[in-house]
């Protein structure tokens, strides 16, 4: 018996030549806001001029963001690839405290499964997500978002590197302008 395969979709937006890499975590307040301004900012730049492309790094203060982060990747290895994992981000943004605890400690996802999570999740996104999400090697994408991150010194989110160098400056609080001014140079 043949064990089947399957690809995690690269979460990258436009083909220019201006990369803009967005480490996100998907619970984390600022990465929310800062992941509602990149569709803003492929449009205004074009997407002939910049690349994004979306990264992960999972911060163990945020309860559930090794759930969620494995959630979105296994969205993405579904037909409609990084667009469902846009929709999962999205989701999970719009309603971020069902995702969350309060403080980082209470409240009542404190009582919440895994499965209660993903299941909330699923009925916000729309996306079926069980299946992938039990592919038994996801592991390997959630490792290379990680290792990625670590190798490039990225221990909190959101941090953004543009062609390859972190940029300290670069804020979720900035105005979509300023980021495209900086990517267009």
């Known amino acids: 018996m043949t064990q089947p395969t399957w690809r995690a979709d690269p979460l990258t937006f436009g083909h220019g030549p201006s990369l803009f890499e967005t480490f996100l975590e998907p619970t984390c307040p600022y990465s929310c ?3 509602g301004k990149l569709d803003a900012l492929l449009a205004l730049a074009g997407e002939d001029k910049i690349t994004i492309k979306l990264r992960f790094v999972s911060q163990p203060w945020h309860m559930f963001s090794g759930l969620l982060v494995r959630c979105v990747l296994a969205s993405s290895t579904l037909p409609g690839g990084k667009d469902n994992a846009k929709t999962v981000l999205a989701a999970i943004a ?3 405290e069902e995702f969350e605890f309060d403080h980082h400690f209470g409240g009542a996802n404190l009582d919440a499964t895994p499965r ?7 009925a916000y996104s729309g996306i079926d997500l069980w299946d ?3 592919i038994p090697d996801l592991d390997k994408e959630i490792k290379w978002h990680a290792k990625y991150a670590r190798q490039n ?5 959101p941090t953004f590197m543009v062609n390859g160098l972190v940029q300290p400056d670069f804020g979720s609080g900035d105005p979509v302008e300023k980021w495209a001014e900086r990517l267009l140079g």
């Open 116 to 122: 209660q999570i993903i299941d909330r999740l699923e």
């Open 153 to 157: 010194g990225i221990h909190v989110s």
């Open 132 to 134: 992938a999400f039990a």
């Open 33 to 35: 806001r800062a992941f």
């Open 94 to 96: 719009e309603k971020r």
